[in-house]
């Protein structure tokens, strides 16, 4: 998305999928990808290390390496180069 903002796409939002841990129809509850861990036994919901760090890109609007050491965002072999 940095890439894109410097390049000069006009991005004005970004959403997340899923605020949190959902029922999809094709893997149940077994699928994990909230930003809030959601047990379906009790409803109990817990912030995940990924929450906090949407809340710093919302609040900062930037992905800076002190996040990236911070949260432990691993992926593409090459961010560093997309920062």
């Known amino acids: 998305m940095n890439k894109a903002i410097r390049e000069g796409v006009p991005v004005e939002r970004y959403y997340y999928w899923s605020q949190m841990d959902n029922f999809e129809?094709?893997?149940?509850?077994?699928?994990?990808?909230?930003?809030?861990?959601?047990?379906?036994?009790?409803?109990?919901?817990?912030a995940r290390k990924s929450a906090g760090l949407y809340a710093r890109l919302c609040?900062?609007?930037?992905?800076?390496?002190?996040?990236?050491?911070?949260?432990?965002?691993?992926?593409?072999?090459?961010?560093?180069?997309?920062?």
């Open 59 to 83: 609040r900062d609007k930037e992905l800076t390496q002190q996040m990236i050491d911070e949260f432990s965002i691993t992926g593409s072999p090459n961010l560093q180069s997309k920062l």
């Open 25 to 46: 129809w094709t893997e149940g509850e077994s699928a994990k990808f909230g930003l809030y861990r959601c047990n379906f036994d009790t409803q109990e919901r817990t």
